[in-house]
């Protein structure tokens, strides 16, 4: 029994200094990083995910910032049922460019980290959850569906230093008329 409490306090330990070495951008600033992003690159290595890889489209959100400091994203999806919308709700952490939110699909509480933008073109965003065992995305947003090859670039070096391999790294295409006109 002790044993097992060990090993399950030094994995802990692992996976939160693993996750430690994520820091945000710089000076980040919400009101500037509101409005209207599309998550035009993906690295995921969930087995789960492995069958909707090659379905994926570059989806559009909407960051909205609350006057507590937390944020809304409205994130427009396209699936093979149409194109479909869903709310999250970030809370704000005691750093900024970090948030959490409760994911009802999994019934857990998961760590968004902005690591790097410059707020007019590019973000690069970090999802982390502890489930079974450590799973993270890294996400690439960009103020267009279509991004410079140099952005593109420095997502798939981020993505490689966290341990993903190439086949996991994507940059899908951009969705039809998703949002439709005047949605979003």
Known sequence: MRTTVVAVVMV???VM????DVKPQRDFNLQRFAGRWYRVGLAYDSPSFVPYRDKLKASMGIITPLTN?????TMWEATPLGCHSKLYQYEKTNVPGQFTYFSS?????????????????YALVLKHKVFNSEYTQVALYGRSQRVRTEVIN????????RGFSRESILTPPPAENCPQSGSG
Do not use: Q, W
Request: glycine share 2%; charged share 20%; proline share 0%.
């Open 12 to 14: 802990m330990l692992c």
């Open 154 to 161: 420095k997502f798939k070096t981020l993505a490689l230093s």
């Open 17 to 20: 200094m693993v996750h430690a």
């Open 105 to 121: 699909r999994h019934n857990m509480v998961k760590d968004i980290t902005v690591v790097d933008t410059n707020y007019t073109e």
């Open 69 to 73: 400091g937390n944020v809304n994203l």
